[in-house]
Nanobody, 115 residues
Framework: QVELVESGGGSAQAGGSLTLSCAAS????????MGWFRQGTGRERERVAI???????HTVDSVKDRFTISRDNAKNTVTLQMNSLKPEDTDVYYC?????????WGPGTQVTVSS
């Protein structure tokens, strides 16, 4: 079992920055690929970025020039640095942990970007 708690969401102006953090607790955290997903009203949840324990990461093309995912294995945290925010980045952002068919989600944190 893994528990995930997000923090750092909120409001920003277009062009601004926000940093999302996710604290993970539970067993075998190092085995899990951690990531960030987002979902807007009426849309499916979509992957934003993922990172393994060893630091291998992938960020989707639509945000890779603006968003950076990182992981602190000592603290069991994963961070999403979001720069040059756009109104279309407005969504609920979810932290995710996945390993061997085990899939866990945080409760989500709202990000709102105004123009």
């Amino acid at each position: 079992q893994v528990e995930l708690v997000e923090s750092g969401g909120g409001s920003a102006q277009a062009g601004g920055s926000l940093t999302l953090s996710c604290a993970a607790s539970g067993s075998r955290i190092r085995s899990y690929t951690m990531g960030w997903f987002r979902q807007g009203t009426g849309r499916e949840r979509e992957r934003v970025a993922i990172i393994t324990y060893s630091g291998a990461s992938h960020t989707v093309d639509s945000v890779k020039d603006r968003f950076t995912i990182s992981r602190d294995n000592a603290k069991n945290t994963v961070t999403l640095q979001m720069n040059s925010l756009k109104p279309e980045d407005t969504d609920v952002y979810y932290c995710n942990a996945y390993w061997s068919g085990n899939n866990f989600w945080g409760p989500g944190t709202q990000v709102t970007v105004s123009s």
